[in-house]
């Protein structure tokens, strides 16, 4: 295996307040799971070949637990009292030949930053991401007047930083005074460092007003997709017509497998087109004898669960049933509050809108031997966990 990637998410947070900033959300995700969503990436492109979490002693469950079922070598370590023995920790963990260095606090790398990186990397030589300085810059000692730095030839230091895992962890091993970063500990070993172009949007979480800002670049990093579903049932007599979970009184009711709800069958058809997963047909089929004769509302809940899992949001969901008889244009407002009931223990609340048309005598609607219901949905999700 050639390269680790460790997620250093092991800090006290001292100068961010009483909270721990990896833990505050952006976009409905904890910050440090944004590096979570980078390391996957990675690991698809077949960049990485394992990743390791080094997070606060204690806490070791928590995080195995959040990334249990992903694909690819995930590997938990306790951190230690220092960022150096926080790195060092991480490092006995990992297997590979070679390592990149990455803070959690960093939500916002990209895999092309990671492979710059790692382009530049030889052995006894490291390489970190650099980005200029662009303010003007003052220094105050004690009491004394601000004293103007020259900011020409200055940059900031960014990660990932890239390494050859058993040089980093011998240079780190013997060294007796705590560094700002790992490449400050490789030069000052004597040993040659590349530098990298960084970017601004890849700062450090340091400060709660950074939080606010990390939060505008998460929300222009959030992807809309919008999915169509349809579905009919044929109409037989000694049937329960039930639409969107709620049973409506009538002599003729759907046959199918479950039971035969349309309404739910169609907003999920939807909700997993926009997700770019398979039909429910595929995934609930009627050869399947567990789901024979359930309420849709669960075939609607566990697409939810997946939708969820996956890291996408339920933004709006419009669906439209064509029905012949009964008349149901008194119902709509219960068939809404059923579903809403649904979307909202899932934390999606008021997002749907149901309306309802005649088959106008024509065709198998109208002649009343079938329902039909569309529905279109709008989902979103966050870009750094789609690509």
Known sequence: ??????????GESRRFGKVNKLDQELEGLPVWMWSVGLA????????IQETALVVPKGQEKKFRDQVEGLEGRWLV??????????VIKGLERACCEKVLLHDAARPFASVALCERVMG?????????PLISVSDALKKIEDERPPKHIERDGLFATQTPQGFFREEILSVLSRRDKPCADEGQAWMEAGLKLETVKGFSENFKITYPEDLNLAEKVARGRRKIRTGIGYDIHPLAPGRTLVLGGYPIESNLGPVGHSDGDALCHAISDALLGAAGQPDIGTLFPASDPSIKGISST??????????????WSVEWV???????????GQEIERIKETLDSVFTDHGFAEIVNVRVKSGERTGPVGDCEAVMCYAVVTISGIETLRD
């Not at 295996?1 to 092991?10: G, H, K, N, R, Y």
């Not at 669960?298 to 890291?311: F, G, P, Q, Y």
């Not at 419009?318 to 149901?328: F, G, M, S």
């Open 77 to 86: 370590a306790a951190g230690g009292k220092s960022r150096t023995e926080s």
């Open 120 to 128: 530049k990397v030889r052995r006894g030589i490291g390489a970190i």
């Open 318 to 328: 419009d669906a439209v049933v064509v029905l012949q008889t009964p008349k149901i």
């Open 298 to 311: 669960k075939i609607l809940s566990d697409v939810l669960d997946r939708l969820k899992t996956c890291h």
């Open 1 to 10: 295996m050639e390269w680790s990637f460790i997620i250093l998410a092991a």
């Open 40 to 47: 996957e990436r990675l690991m698809k492109a077949g960049k």
